[in-house]
């Protein structure tokens, strides 16, 4: 149904980041269950209307790199995915590690860098491994970015989202983790400019940011197990259990569209309920704007929560 100006979007994908799964039920910092976000976020995300056709999970899915938590994130993600109809992008992250991390998701025994390319219906999303065994910082080596640039010599169909772990922005409101950033990215701009890439998916840094590099625009997603926060007291960096979100991004022909999910349910103060959508799509563009967008409509009376025939109202 489309409603304003523009058509449905061409592919939905839902960008979760930083799961930091343990193995046996263990928590983070003695308080977090990183198993909890991530179940909560498979829910959330199943509501989603269009459905997404990728889920693309930009790194730190082990916080241990545990063969066990491997295990533990395939078994519920996977089924959730398939529910969906939707293919799994799994990118390496800073705490992941390569030989369990190619066992465990991928059942090979290749341990060197963990570059995929995956096409969800002539969109093509390029996992690119930044991870540097034994550092938190993020790297490239020659032989990686050639082999990118390979890729990206061929245009896709619907052009190119680059999905990595630690993404090639600023850090203004935790310049310590610059710290930790990836190291030489005018390396990786140079294979970028003047190529198909859309988009770029980061992770790393457990809150959400955007940016652009090398043209592109990049969108960060935050943590679905503990986020930083960004303003914090008199404290350098802080982790905090809340404001856990994950994105969804709506891929359009001429464009594209990122939305902040946030996963705690938060209780609801206004709103229609569902049978709504089934009346308002049987009027015309004309009749729905006289409904919703006239101030003194049924629809904007304050304390309207039940269903109407909203011709009444015209």
């Known amino acids: 149904m489309q409603y304003g100006q523009y058509p ?10 930083d799961v930091h799964l343990l193995a046996h039920d263990a928590k983070q910092y003695g308080v977090v269950v990183p198993e909890d976000g991530l179940a909560l976020a498979l829910e959330r995300l199943s509501r989603l209307d269009p459905v997404p056709q990728a889920l693309v999970f930009t790194g730190d899915l082990a ?27 799994w990118v390496i992250g800073n705490h992941d590690e390569r030989a369990p991390y190619a066992r465990g998701l991928f059942d090979s025994d290749d341990d060197g860098p963990q570059d ?8 093509r999303v390029v996992a690119l491994d930044t991870s540097v065994p034994e550092y938190h910082h993020g790297d490239l080596t020659d032989d990686q970015l050639d082999w990118l640039r390979d890729v990206l010599s061929t245009r896709a169909e619907y052009g190119t ?22 190291l030489d990215q005018d390396r990786l701009a140079a294979v970028i400019e003047g190529s198909d890439v859309r988009q770029i998916l980061g992770g790393h840094y457990h809150y959400t940011s955007h940016s652009t590099f090398a043209g592109v625009p990049v969108s960060v997603a935050s943590a ?7 303003a914090p007291v008199d404290r ?79």
Do not use: W
């Not at 449905?8 to 980041?17: C, D, E, G, K, Y």
């Not at 995929?116 to 969109?123: F, K, Q």
């Not at 679905?224 to 960004?230: A, K, L």
């Open 224 to 230: 679905s197990c503990y986020t930083t926060d960004p």
């Open 116 to 123: 995929r390319v995956h096409d969800i219906g002539g969109l």
């Open 63 to 89: 916080d241990k790199a545990e063969p066990d938590a491997y295990a533990r994130l395939r078994a519920l993600v996977e089924p959730a995915a398939a529910a969906m109809g939707a293919e799994v992008v």
């Open 236 to 314: 350098v960096v802080s982790g905090v259990d809340g404001h856990q979100a994950f994105n969804t991004v709506h891929v359009y022909d001429d464009r594209i569209v990122h939305t902040v999910i946030p996963i705690p349910e938060a209780p609801e103060v206004s709103g229609q309920p569902g049978e709504m959508r089934a009346l308002l799509e049987a009027l015309s563009p004309e009749e729905r704007r006289e409904i919703v967008s006239r101030k003194d409509s049924d629809f904007n009376r304050p304390g309207s929560q039940e269903p109407r025939d909203p011709l009444t109202d015209l």
């Open 161 to 182: 989202i680059l999905a990595m772990h630690h993404p090639p922005i600023p850090v203004p409101t935790l310049e310590p983790a610059a710290i930790i950033e990836l």
């Open 8 to 17: 449905p979007p061409r592919f939905t994908i839902a960008h979760l980041s």
